[in-house]
């Protein structure tokens, strides 16, 4: 595929340079407007051990419920072991799920959006094969910590209202707003060299 970049600058009239800048700054924007990049990961291990007793996992979800970081996609990556499909219906939530058999003894990659100086305040609830749910609360620089800590999720309530699990509207995708622009621009053109 050729693109002919002399023949847009001649129909835009404005002078080389500055129209392949405006051309270059307008598809920076579109691309990135509404990447979500990681700008730090951390690690995460589960054994799969509660109240003493060995436990094979087969779903995790996890809810930011306070902070200053965020998720970003896809949330959840790496996992050492099992097949694992990952979806963020939102910003606040990730949701994995083993597709195979439960499994214990693996860990995985958090991706989050912001320093890793922020803090954190995380719902992590933990799925087993035979239907128990056991939940942790992950920390981060969080109530007057600044490393992580693990306290138990006490009178645990999987259908709790702070648990979002809303997905969020879909935005419209870059492409879709060039798109528009360039059909504009063609109409345009048209109508100028039918006069």
Partial sequence: MTFDMKGILRITR?????AATLILAIIFVCLFSTASFASWTQSISEDGVYNGTTYLINKIEVFKLDGTSGFASPGMSNFS?????VQMPNTS???????TTGINNFNWLFSFTG?????LHLAYLAYTTTGQVFGSYLNYNYGGSSTWNFPTITNLNVNDPTYNRTPSSVPIPPAVFLFSIGLLSLVGLRKKFKD
Wanted: glycine residues 10%; hydrophobic residues 30%; charged residues 15%.
């Fill in 81 to 85: 072991a099992g097949t694992w499909t």
């Fill in 14 to 18: 404005l002078p080389g340079r500055r």
């Fill in 115 to 119: 320093s890793s100086t922020d803090s």
């Fill in 93 to 99: 939530y990730v949701v994995a799920t083993n597709v």
